[in-house]
Nanobody, 115 residues
């Protein structure tokens, strides 16, 4: 069974920074894609950023240049968030996509940006 555990959320003022971490455990394939999604109240869950096992990255336009996704190893992923805006307030979810369409989600971590 694969589990994802996020950490690093919290309350920060606009313009501040936070770093989210996600660690996956269980049967993790070397070839995978990890990423971060977020869901604000009353809105659909949306992509924030993804990174492949080969370190290719993809960002939502709204965060490009402010957020950086990186990997520690095949089973860990980080999201460095800088110059945070109130619009970034959401629950952030870690995601793992493995071969054969296997998808896993973390439980989510709250990020709140005050103006």
């Amino acid at each position: 069974q694969v589990q994802l555990v996020e950490s690093g959320g919290g309350l920060v003022q606009a313009g501040g920074s936070l770093r989210l971490s996600c660690a996956a455990s269980g049967s993790i394939f070397r070839l995978n894609v990890m990423g971060w999604y977020r869901q604000a109240p009353g809105k659909q869950r949306e992509l924030v950023a993804t990174i492949t096992s080969g370190s290719s990255t993809n960002y939502a336009a709204s965060v490009e240049g402010r957020f950086t996704i990186s990997r520690g190893n095949v089973s860990t992923v980080y999201l460095q968030m800088s110059n945070l805006e109130p619009e970034d307030t959401a629950v952030y979810y870690c995601h793992l996509n493995q071969p054969m369409g296997l998808d896993y989600w973390g439980q989510g971590t709250q990020v709140t940006v005050s103006s």
